[in-house]
């Protein structure tokens, strides 16, 4: 929460919609996350093409710790979808299966280092330099080379990311964009929740809820001050459109266009190719 009013500002950024206790269908009673996601500048050249000027993707998040369930999708996109699936285990990353069902295969898995993993240049703070940390309250600090084998304790987060973009032509680079993304956010995030530590450390729930719900409001506020501004801008400017067509196969091949095999997927949060990341952030 406090990463996301960070990034917050300019007219991008994390609106919350929703913090509270739900059930979810499959999994129970648990905590429910609703957030808006406003990055239309961080988008790449290619993708603005087909993106409007100004859109935010639907972040749903259920913890049912130690394993939680994220989707992200876009409302004039059906056809994208993003699934992150954590479970949460006392080791350093160890577990083939951790999710109990079919294990990954081993080009697909990545480990994620929060100490010696480089980071996007205007991520870096030497303050969040995990060679250099110390915490006051824990002792912890600072990670050297190895740490991994030896320090305790120590947790590792598993995730699943699976993503679908099933549009012609833009499938590949984009699901290849979209993990290379989510990679650099997960492990920035988990080392900023180690060199945060003495912020956190000891707090109740119900001390987190509080922090939370504060968070919320000066992000929230953050955003919409921006979406006002911004509004009041595009005002004055000329109105225009534009469209996009994508086609089916059997057209495109009668039109003499060379088309790639495509997948009918019934279901756009289970792609076929899952990526799962590990990292130890403890």
């Not at 739900?22 to 603005?48: F, M």
């Not at 912890?140 to 993503?163: A, F, N, T």
């Not at 964009?177 to 729930?205: C, K, Y």
Request: with cysteine; charged share 25%.
């Amino acid at each position: 929460i406090k990463h996301s009013c960070e990034q917050s500002g300019g007219g991008e950024g994390v609106e919350v919609v929703r913090n509270e206790p739900d059930v979810h269908p499959q999994h129970g009673p648990g905590q429910l996350t609703e957030k808006r996601i406003y990055l239309s500048s961080k988008l790449p050249s290619w993708a603005k093409a087909f993106a409007p000027r100004f859109f935010y993707v639907t972040e749903k998040a259920w913890n049912f710790y130690p394993y939680t369930l994220t989707g992200m999708f876009i409302s004039f996109l059906p056809k994208f979808s993003i699934r992150i699936e954590t479970r949460f285990e006392n080791n350093n990353g160890n577990n083939d299966n951790v999710f109990g069902d079919s294990p990954t295969p081993s080009d697909s898995i990545c480990f994620l280092d929060i100490l010696s993993d480089p980071i996007p240049e205007k991520h870096y703070r030497e303050s969040e330099d995990l060679s250099r940390w110390r915490s006051t309250k824990t002792g912890r600090g600072p990670l050297e080379d190895g740490w991994r084998d030896d320090q305790e304790p120590i947790m590792c987060s598993y995730k699943r990311v699976q993503c679908s973009f099933e549009i012609y032509g833009f499938q590949t680079r984009t699901e290849e964009f979209i993990h290379r993304n989510i990679r650099d956010i997960l492990l920035v995030g988990h080392r900023q929740a180690v060199a945060w530590i003495d912020e956190w450390h000891g707090l109740s729930l119900e001390e987190v809820r509080e922090y939370e719900q504060e968070m919320q409001e000066k992000t929230n506020s953050k955003v919409k001050s921006s979406h006002s501004s911004s509004g009041s801008q595009i005002a004055s400017r000329p109105v225009f459109s534009r469209s996009i067509s994508v086609t089916d196969e059997r057209s495109l091949k009668k039109m003499g266009v060379t088309t790639a095999t495509m997948s009918d997927q019934t279901d756009s949060l289970v792609p076929p190719c899952p990526v799962r990341l590990n990292s130890t952030p403890e």
